[in-house]
């Protein structure tokens, strides 16, 4: 592909030197914007499709697998509820999302992040 | 546009560039299936950035690379995937219709237990539906099922796909499945 730079490290003029390994393993390699009931997918990368599960949980899948089933990330709603949101990491391609206030799950907006190494 | 020659690029660039050159594609159709008789039907939608690139080809891998991860990934010594590899270096597939992109994503998302054998049983596990087939509402939504009416005349197999990608695919993936005892 054109444009393209091959470097070990970036300097900055007044913050030091940084490896391109750590910009290439720091950043997010999952990322989904999903509305209320799950449906509909509105912006997105790295995302092969979504799946509305039941009410308040949603399943993401991506096209290009995580390296390990032990990846970071997080999960959040767009509006202010008495619901917590929390991500399960079930496999290298997928990731479910839930809404649940402690006594039952809701459909809300999800706003998903996942990082680690890619496979 | 025309697609790069992409066998043996990373597919995480791949998607970058396919994010860069191609218009998201929002599919009307839905996938909707049951994964076991204690849960709701699930509903699957495609992401817009993925259809784009299964219409356009060049991009994605086969399907059997996921079906490979899969296998390696249900052993229970597994840490980490060591044949990423094979995301990268398979040569892409071509261009898919709206409709065959659909079915690879049944292939490549919904479980196994359900597609391959969808249509056993008193009504089909799995339906391809448009999106105005669906309730347009939620009341209800931990009851949805599949209707007992519906009736699925759709005798596709996974063995076509290894017709189309000229693979013995049968073969590849029992000896994988041996060798994971995943779904022995």
């Known amino acids: ?119 | 546009m025309n697609t790069p020659e992409f066998q043996g690029t990373n597919l995480w660039e791949r998607l970058h560039w396919a994010k860069d050159n191609l218009e998201p594609v929002q599919t009307d159709y839905r996938v909707v299936f049951e994964n076991d008789v204690d849960s709701p039907a699930s509903i699957l939608v495609a992401d817009p950035n993925w259809m784009a690139c299964a219409l356009q080809g060049g991009i994605l891998p086969p399907v059997w690379v996921y079906w490979l991860l899969a296998a390696d990934e249900a052993h229970p010594d597994f840490k980490k995937h060591t044949r990423g590899y094979l995301l990268h270096d398979t040569r892409p597939i071509g261009p898919l219709t709206e409709e065959q992109a659909i079915e690879y994503l049944i292939y490549k998302d919904v479980p196994r237990t359900v597609w391959e054998n969808y249509n056993v049983g008193n009504k089909p596990k799995l339906v391809i539906c448009n999106k105005s087939q669906l309730p347009q509402t939620r009341e209800w939504r931990n009851a949805w099922g599949i209707s007992d009416e519906v009736v699925s005349g759709n005798s596709k197999t996974v063995q076509q796909i290894e017709k189309q990608d000229g693979l013995d695919l049968t073969e590849m993936f029992s000896n994988e499945l041996n060798r994971s005892k995943v779904y022995a």
Not at chain 1, 9 to 37: E, F, H, M, P, W
Not at chain 1, 66 to 76: E, F, K, N, R, V
């Open chain 1, 1 to 119: 592909m054109a444009g393209k730079i091959i470097a070990d490290q970036i300097q900055s003029t007044t913050a030091g030197t940084l490896d391109t390994k750590y910009v290439v393993t720091g950043s997010v390699k999952v990322r989904a914007n999903t509305n209320n009931t799950g449906t509909t997918i509105n912006e997105s990368f790295n995302v092969s499709s979504l799946t509305d599960v039941t009410t308040g949980q949603q399943d993401l899948y991506f096209t290009n697998n995580m390296s390990t089933t032990t990846w970071s990330g997080s999960i959040d709603l767009r509006s202010v509820s008495d619901d917590n949101s929390f991500l399960d990491p079930i496999s290298t391609s997928r990731a479910d999302g839930y809404s649940y206030n402690g006594s039952a799950y809701h459909d809300n907006h999800m706003l998903w992040m996942i990082i680690g190494d890619l496979a």
